[in-house]
């Protein structure tokens, strides 16, 4: 396995949680913790998203202008 190949901290834990969704006997059992990791995967994103969110709100009108055809409304929207 060469540096490009080599897995990195996520891919190790998403190993981890494969093996521990595997050792499991019951399927229900299996398919809720599915269904719970998922849930909390979503739920981080959306607060990841929110947390940047107000970042850059709370920055608009105190970063200045990078040129004269930037529209302030293009710098605060987080796109």
Same mark, same amino acid.
């Given at each position: ?6 897995? /990195? ?22 398919? /809720? ?15 990841? /998203? ?28 987080? /796109?």
């Amino acid at each position: 396995m060469d540096e490009e190949e080599e897995e /990195d901290e996520y891919a190790v834990f998403g190993s981890y949680v494969a093996h521990e969704l595997r050792s499991l006997h019951s399927e229900d059992v299996r398919r /809720d913790l599915k269904r719970i990791i998922q849930k909390a995967i979503i739920d981080m994103a959306e607060l990841d /998203d929110n947390t940047v969110h107000a970042q850059l709100d709370s920055t608009c009108g105190v970063v200045p202008a990078l040129s004269s055809t930037t529209s302030a409304s293009h710098r605060c929207s987080g /796109d």
